[in-house]
């Protein structure tokens, strides 16, 4: 059976009382279509049509390629909606599941069920519902004496016997392609003024047509976003469901409940993640890490065995065994080598620190290239912006940078060279030299250290 799905996508969500589409709300980190668009792929290969109205343009450009999206010049209703994807789809498929793009917690395993039971059912269409008698502004399902679906009321136009109905409609549907587009023109205009893609089950009952029904066990799944409360529940869910996978996976979550992990994260086992920490975007985490507390890892790479503690890291490299904070702060471009430690309060932006460097504190490193077990003392400045450009520091292998040494970029210090405290460097430092003073000088060659002294 080729299927198809239509993603509704149309709405204004005054309730949310924002000028931002309401599709384009962040839940954990991604706007609400993006969870729409990612089941439509898992559950077909075919591209979905997504209907467009409010802010169309804005949600155009979020969906780019992976939808074709169709534009809704007019709110009239759900199944008006459903309309303007006709003319994409006549004739191109067997069935269209139709779904709401505002509901992120669906699952594609339920959407794969509900195509499922439409291909075995003879009737024109198969409809999503839970037993959820607490979401009382969902239509109600009414069934009769055979227990077989007869209708969905809207809970406004509901009487109180059938409010009390606990079996609600989720808003997920499978139809028969042929059936659904000669049906649409064929439904009544509601008392609001709008067509809704729920009398389709009256008028195919009333022909005869067998509704089935599929019932979700994770009422969870039903989850509209609507306002900023449910948005923030969604929130919560999502997050439960998300951590109960990594748990499971093998990584220790403290405080679950105090854990934000995007879904775009990945990480591997004996990772142990502490209370306050957020994992974002296309961010990786190493085995047998220790991340947190209080600790922000945006679009960045950890490698294995390391502890970052009550720090930033954005846009950053960092390789195995390396020791971060509290409280550092790595910015967009900074690459940390294996075995790398970097102190309280320091920050790298656009630099690398090769394996074994020490960053002790107090520092800020831009726009550099660092080599090989070079020490960074308390204060170390790369004063790398002109003021017009940024300009680039190289520290060769095994130098010491003394404390509160001043790097005014472009500038070289040599391999095994060393700054007294408090330098202010302007010129090149030759390897194996001491360098001390305002503007700082060279005083006197150092002796080059052999591997026998080290062993020493």
């Given at each position: 059976?080729?299927?198809?799905?239509?993603?509704?996508?149309?709405?204004?969500?005054?309730?949310?009382?924002?000028?931002?589409?309401?599709?384009l709300?962040?839940?954990?980190g991604?706007?609400?279509?993006?969870?729409?668009?990612?089941?439509?792929?898992?559950?077909?290969?075919e591209?979905?049509?997504?209907?467009?109205?409010?802010?169309?343009?804005?949600?155009?450009?979020?969906?780019?390629?992976?939808?074709?999206?169709?534009?809704?010049a007019?709110?009239l209703?759900?199944?008006?909606?459903?309309?303007?994807?006709?003319?994409?789809?006549?004739?191109?498929?067997?069935?269209?599941?139709?779904?709401?793009?505002?509901?992120?917690?669906?699952r594609?395993n339920?959407?794969?069920a509900l195509?499922?039971?439409?291909?075995?059912?003879?009737?024109?269409?198969?409809?999503?519902?839970v037993?959820?008698?607490?979401?009382t502004?969902?239509?109600?399902?009414?069934?009769?004496?055979?227990?077989?679906?007869?209708?969905?009321?809207?809970?406004?136009?509901?009487?109180?016997?059938?409010r009390?109905?606990?079996?609600v409609?989720?808003?997920?549907?499978?139809?028969?392609?042929?059936?659904?587009?000669?049906?649409?023109?064929?439904?009544?205009l509601?008392?609001?003024?709008?067509?809704?893609?729920?009398?389709?089950?009256?008028?195919?009952?009333?022909?005869?047509?067998?509704?089935?029904?599929?019932?979700?066990?994770d009422?969870?799944?039903?989850?509209?976003?609507?306002t900023?409360?449910?948005?923030?529940?969604a929130?919560?869910?999502?997050?439960?469901?998300?951590?109960?996978?990594?748990?499971?996976?093998?990584?220790?979550?403290?405080?679950?409940?105090?854990?934000?992990?995007?879904?775009?994260?990945?990480?591997?086992?004996?990772?142990?993640?502490?209370?306050?920490?957020?994992?974002?975007?296309?961010?990786?985490?190493?085995?047998?890490?220790?991340?947190?507390?209080?600790?922000?890892?945006?679009?960045?790479?950890?490698?294995?065995?390391?502890?970052?503690?009550?720090?930033?890291?954005?846009?950053?490299?960092?390789?195995?065994?390396?020791?971060?904070?509290?409280?550092?702060?790595l910015?967009?471009?900074a690459?940390?080598?294996r075995?790398?430690?970097?102190?309280?309060?320091?920050?790298?932006?656009?630099?690398?620190?090769?394996?074994?460097?020490?960053?002790?504190?107090?520092?800020y490193?831009?726009?550099?290239?660092?080599?090989?077990?070079?020490?960074i003392?308390?204060?170390?400045?790369?004063?790398?912006?002109?003021?017009?450009?940024?300009?680039?520091t190289?520290?060769?292998?095994?130098?010491f940078i003394?404390?509160?040494?001043?790097?005014?970029?472009p500038?070289?210090?040599?391999?095994?060279?060393?700054?007294?405290?408090?330098?202010?460097?302007?010129?090149?430092?030759?390897?194996?030299?001491?360098?001390?003073?305002?503007?700082?000088?060279?005083?006197?060659?150092?002796?080059?250290?052999?591997?026998?002294?080290a062993?020493?």
């Open positions: 059976m080729r299927l198809a799905v239509v993603i509704l996508a149309a709405g204004q969500g005054t309730r949310l009382k924002s000028d931002l589409p309401k599709v709300h962040r839940l954990a991604r706007p609400l279509i993006d969870y729409a668009l990612d089941v439509a792929r898992a559950v077909t290969p591209t979905p049509v997504v209907v467009v109205g409010h802010g169309a343009e804005a949600v155009r450009t979020a969906v780019g390629d992976r939808g074709r999206c169709v534009l809704q007019e709110q209703g759900t199944a008006h909606a459903v309309q303007q994807a006709e003319a994409e789809l006549r004739g191109q498929c067997e069935a269209v599941l139709v779904m709401y793009a505002d509901m992120p917690l669906l594609a339920t959407l794969r195509a499922q039971a439409q291909a075995f059912n003879s009737g024109p269409l198969t409809l999503a519902s037993n959820a008698p607490h979401l502004d969902f239509g109600r399902i009414v069934r009769d004496a055979s227990d077989e679906v007869q209708a969905v009321v809207e809970a406004a136009q509901a009487t109180p016997e059938e009390a109905i606990a079996e409609n989720v808003g997920a549907y499978c139809f028969n392609a042929d059936w659904l587009w000669a049906t649409l023109p064929q439904l009544p509601s008392p609001k003024g709008e067509y809704y893609l729920t009398d389709a089950v009256a008028l195919a009952t009333a022909a005869g047509g067998r509704v089935a029904a599929v019932r979700l066990e009422a969870a799944e039903a989850l509209g976003v609507n900023r409360a449910q948005l923030a529940e929130e919560a869910r999502l997050r439960e469901r998300i951590n109960t996978r990594w748990m499971a996976a093998g990584v220790t979550l403290v405080d679950p409940a105090t854990t934000y992990i995007e879904p775009t994260v990945q990480i591997e086992p004996d990772t142990c993640i502490w209370p306050n920490t957020h994992l974002q975007g296309n961010t990786t985490v190493g085995g047998g890490c220790v991340l947190g507390p209080n600790t922000i890892v945006r679009d960045s790479a950890i490698g294995s065995r390391c502890r970052i503690e009550c720090s930033v890291l954005e846009g950053a490299q960092v390789a195995e065994e390396v020791t971060i904070g509290p409280f550092a702060h910015r967009p471009g690459r940390l080598g075995g790398v430690h970097m102190g309280n309060f320091g920050e790298v932006k656009d630099s690398v620190l090769g394996p074994g460097t020490k960053m002790g504190h107090f520092s490193i831009g726009n550099a290239t660092i080599g090989e077990d070079v020490n003392g308390a204060g170390t400045i790369t004063c790398n912006y002109d003021g017009v450009k940024k300009n680039p190289v520290i060769e292998d095994g130098a003394g404390s509160d040494t001043m790097l005014v970029a500038v070289t210090v040599g391999s095994g060279a060393k700054t007294g405290a408090g330098a202010v460097v302007i010129d090149d430092i030759p390897e194996q030299s001491l360098a001390v003073g305002v503007p700082a000088r060279v005083i006197r060659k150092l002796e080059k250290k052999t591997a026998g002294d062993a020493a």
